[in-house]
C-alpha cells in the first residue's frame, strides 16, 4: 500500500511539472519585415497592413490571445526566433531545407513563385542568359538570396543585397539596378501596382529548387506546443471561412493555397 501511495505521489508530481512546463500563450509575437506589399507593409497612419498581418491577426483572434507584431528585417527574423525577441515569423518566410535544420514551421500559410522585376523593353527575361552583366538586387535573408549567391553570381549576372525589399526597389527605379528578384506575386501586385513600377514588367516564374513556393509561420525549433497551436488556428481559418474572405479581400479570385 506504501508502494501504491509513492508511485501515486510520484505520478501527481509528474503531472505538476508537466502544467509548469506547458507554456500557456495568452499573447503571441510575430516577428515582420513591413516593407513586403501585399503581404506586410504600413499604411500612412503607421499601422501594419497585408495579406499576413490580417492572417496572423486572425490566426490570434481564433486562438483567443492578443497579437503582438514586432518589427526587424527580414535578415534578423531567424536570430530574432533564437533571442526570443519572438514567438514566430509571419513574414513571407518561404520553408527551406537549410531553414527546417534551424527553425521548424507550421503548416502552410499560402504559396508563391518568385521572379524578375525589370523595365519594360529591357529585353531581360528569367533566362540568366539574359541577364549576364547586369544588376540584379535582392533582400537580404531570402531564398532568393539563396539563389543569387548560388546561381546568379556564378553565371556572370552582378547580384546586390539590401536589407529590405523598399530599398530594392529604390535603386531599381533610380536606375542602380537593371533587376530585382522576388516574390512574384508581391512583386505583381504590389511594387506594379504602384506608381513607381508603371514602367516596369514582370519574369515569367523562375523555376529552380532554390526557389520552393511555401510559406509558413516560422518558429523556434522543437517548439512542438507552439506549432500544435499555429496549426489548430491556421485549420479554423479554413473551416470557417475567415481565410478565404482574408483572400479575396487582397487578391479577389487568385488562390494562394496549395493544401500541402
Same mark, same amino acid.
Given at each position: 500500500?506504501?508502494?501504491?501511495?509513492?508511485?501515486?505521489?510520484?505520478?501527481?508530481?509528474?503531472?505538476?511539472?508537466?502544467?509548469?512546463?506547458?507554456?500557456?500563450?495568452?499573447?503571441?509575437?510575430?516577428?515582420?519585415?513591413?516593407?513586403?506589399?501585399?503581404?506586410?507593409?504600413?499604411?500612412?497612419?503607421?499601422?501594419?497592413?497585408?495579406?499576413?498581418?490580417?492572417?496572423?491577426?486572425?490566426?490570434?483572434?481564433?486562438?483567443?490571445?492578443?497579437?503582438?507584431?514586432?518589427?526587424?528585417?527580414?535578415?534578423?527574423?531567424?536570430?530574432?526566433?533564437?533571442?526570443?525577441? #519572438?514567438?514566430?515569423?509571419?513574414?513571407?518566410?518561404?520553408?527551406? @531545407?537549410?531553414?527546417?535544420?534551424?527553425?521548424? #514551421?507550421?503548416?502552410?500559410? #499560402?504559396?508563391?513563385?518568385?521572379?524578375?522585376?525589370?523595365?519594360?523593353?529591357?529585353?531581360?527575361?528569367?533566362?540568366?542568359?539574359?541577364?549576364?552583366?547586369?544588376?540584379?538586387?535582392?533582400?537580404?535573408?531570402?531564398?532568393?538570396?539563396?539563389?543569387?549567391?548560388?546561381?546568379?553570381?556564378?553565371?556572370?549576372?552582378?547580384?546586390?543585397?539590401?536589407?529590405?525589399?523598399?530599398?530594392?526597389?529604390?535603386?531599381?527605379?533610380?536606375?542602380?539596378?537593371?533587376?530585382?528578384?522576388?516574390?512574384?506575386?508581391?512583386?505583381?501586385?504590389? #511594387?506594379?501596382?504602384?506608381?513607381?513600377?508603371?514602367?516596369?514588367?514582370?519574369?515569367? @516564374?523562375?523555376?529552380?529548387?532554390?526557389? @520552393?513556393?511555401?510559406?509558413?509561420?516560422?518558429?523556434?525549433?522543437?517548439?512542438?506546443?507552439?506549432?500544435?497551436?499555429?496549426?489548430?488556428?491556421?485549420?479554423?481559418?479554413?473551416?470557417?471561412?475567415?481565410?478565404?474572405?482574408?483572400?479575396?479581400?487582397?487578391?479577389?479570385?487568385?488562390?494562394?493555397?496549395?493544401?500541402?
Amino acid at each position: 500500500m506504501k508502494k501504491a501511495l509513492l508511485t501515486l505521489s510520484a505520478l501527481a508530481l509528474c503531472m505538476a511539472a508537466g502544467s509548469a512546463l506547458a507554456k500557456e500563450y495568452k499573447e503571441l509575437r510575430f516577428g515582420v519585415d513591413p516593407s513586403y506589399a501585399p503581404f506586410e507593409s504600413k499604411a500612412a497612419d503607421g499601422s501594419l497592413v497585408g495579406f499576413d498581418i490580417d492572417l496572423g491577426n486572425a490566426i490570434c483572434a481564433e486562438l483567443k490571445v492578443k497579437c503582438k507584431w514586432v518589427e526587424s528585417d527580414f535578415d534578423g527574423m531567424i536570430p530574432g526566433l533564437k533571442a526570443n525577441k #519572438f514567438d514566430g515569423v509571419i513574414s513571407s518566410m518561404t520553408v527551406t @531545407p537549410a531553414r527546417e535544420k534551424v527553425i521548424d #514551421f507550421s503548416n502552410e500559410l #499560402f504559396s508563391g513563385p518568385t521572379a524578375f522585376v525589370f523595365k519594360k523593353g529591357s529585353g531581360l527575361s528569367e533566362d540568366t542568359a539574359s541577364l549576364k552583366g547586369k544588376t540584379v538586387g535582392y533582400e537580404q535573408g531570402t531564398i532568393q538570396e539563396a539563389y543569387a549567391k548560388a546561381v546568379l553570381d556564378k553565371a556572370g549576372v552582378k547580384t546586390q543585397a539590401y536589407q529590405n525589399q523598399d530599398q530594392v526597389y529604390a535603386d531599381l527605379t533610380s536606375g542602380r539596378l537593371d533587376a530585382s528578384i522576388q516574390d512574384m506575386l508581391q512583386a505583381e501586385l504590389g #511594387f506594379l501596382k504602384s506608381p513607381q513600377g508603371a514602367d516596369y514588367e514582370i519574369s515569367k @516564374p523562375v523555376d529552380d529548387p532554390l526557389l @520552393p513556393a511555401k510559406t509558413a509561420v516560422g518558429i523556434s525549433k522543437g517548439n512542438k506546443e507552439l506549432k500544435a497551436l499555429l496549426d489548430k488556428g491556421i485549420k479554423a481559418l479554413h473551416d470557417d471561412g475567415t481565410y478565404a474572405t482574408i483572400q479575396k479581400k487582397h487578391f479577389g479570385d487568385l488562390n494562394l493555397y496549395s493544401g500541402k
